[in-house]
């Protein structure tokens, strides 16, 4: 029978195979095609053998997994994936995550991880400043990714507002909780919505003007005739960066609004967050500071590997008022030293060391890597709109982030749903880089999107990408 643990020459063998392994990936990444074949038949068949009855060499499972994955995946560190906001890792996030395997940290109770669950704490602080908030006064968790963080802030404002929802739930309550969101904003809320029974009836997706900001007039107009009509607004999102188009919501409007309305006001910078480490794009992001609540996921423009979201809050107890339990069987060490153990403060109980894969990156980069990285990635945008242009491409989105909203204008039929989502097969099939369709604005219209998501992207890998949108242009008849 072999052992779980593996003996200690086995061990030694199968770690420089992984090294071998993640290092070739890495070198040979950028000769690969972009995206795989899709056939849910081959991949069946392949894991067919796979009936656990035989135990397997360890550096042969290693190897198949190795091949296979190369084989059968969009390799989102590939410089011409122009995705959705899937980082080519950072290699201290690669090494952060082994560690965190090996010594595999329980972070529910502070003191089975003190250092670690100290860690998160410093870089919650670290990240809050950065947005604008009081080291003191800043608190929050790190969760899966930014639909988690999301959630956690739709539960914090309910608690906030009623305090009976936590015992009743939103029967306890007297009138049917509602917030809003622009139409732009992520779906990740209508799901926040439905696991915490609301209900989606409870989002009010705001419409937005011509540049896909939320319409604060549109805002005010739907707060006041909710309240006529006996709803209890509970929640402003402002968007900072949105996921089709990365456009950022006025963020001291809505907080001016929020504040006026009595209203818990968060902002989602799951990407755009990024922005605050730059001082040029900072002031993009003016009114973060008032927000009550913010998400920022790390493994989007922090290029640590997934799953690394932030939610962030000036509300010091507002996560323990949320989320607080008193359990037999939990160690009770944190009473005694005047600490508050994660389990109670978050949506999580046994908790994965997510913070040290973002400890360590920045650690080693410092702010000013980071700050290089997202100015690059930002130049590296500009690149892309200003060729996409030279070659008839025409602009459907207005932001200084690096996401890329275009279609054909070359074309009277240029903007057609057709047309653009046949590009894109064309293009993906073709595995030189990946790019997406998505639909902007109330009228929902089709345009192509490309996203500046990986740090090494360069203007050659720009030029390609214009010339691989040319030829299918070309090829397709146009
Ligand atoms: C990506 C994204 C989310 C969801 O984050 P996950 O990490 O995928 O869970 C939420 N909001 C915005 C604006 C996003 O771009």
Redesign the pocket.
Known sequence: MTDLRLDAETRTRLWQRVNETVETYMREVDGLKVAPELDPAKLRALLEPFDFAQPLDPLAAVDFIAENLTQYQVHTPHPRYYGL?NPAPTTMGIAADTLVAAFNPQMAAWSHSPLAVEIEAHLLRAFGEKFGYAPASTDGVFA?????A?QTALLTALTHAFPAFGRGGARALSAPPVFYVSLE??H?FLKAARTSGLGTEAVREIAVQDDLTLSVPALEAQIAQDRQDGFAPFMIVG?A???SAGVIDPLEALAATAEREGLWFHA?A??GGGAALVPELRPLLKGIERADSI?F?A??WLSVPM?A?IYLTRHPDILSRTFGMETAYMPRDGERLGITDPYTHSIQWSRRFTGLKVFLSLAVAGWEGYEAAIRHQTAMGDTLRRRLIESDWRMANQTLLPVVCFVDGQQPDGGSADYLMALVRDIVTGGDAWISTTRLGSAGKTTLRACITNYRTQPADCDALVKTLNEARRVAGH
């Open positions: 906001f899966s990714g930014g639909a988690e999301n904003a992520h990740s968007t960066g949105t996921t989602d799951a990407w998400t996921d493994h989007k799953g979201g």
